[in-house]
């Protein structure tokens, strides 16, 4: 190598530059993704267990108290890490957004 090539190289200490506030943005946001994904799930199956008549009253109710709470609790945590719905859907290239 010519010494033109590596004065123009920058130097390597073997060390990585983290951003600690940025991997626990990015770690924040990983984890609310996957828990919206579950949650938009869960309230999947709920409604087509209600449809399909296989709950009683008191369940409904109970699933339903059970929802909102967990939609509360959600934006709760989305307003903690200052995230919102969209930086929770992951694009995922050709197979669309993921929420």
Known sequence: MSSTNLEQRPEKSGRINLDTEGA?????????????LLRELVERQALRRVDGGTLTEEEIEKLGV???NLETK???LKETFEL???DLNIDLGPLGNLL
């Open 84 to 86: 919102n719905d969209d």
């Open 74 to 76: 959600m934006d709760e």
């Open 24 to 36: 626990e943005q990015g770690l924040a946001q990983l984890v609310l993704t996957v828990m919206e």
């Open 66 to 68: 059970s929802l909102m």
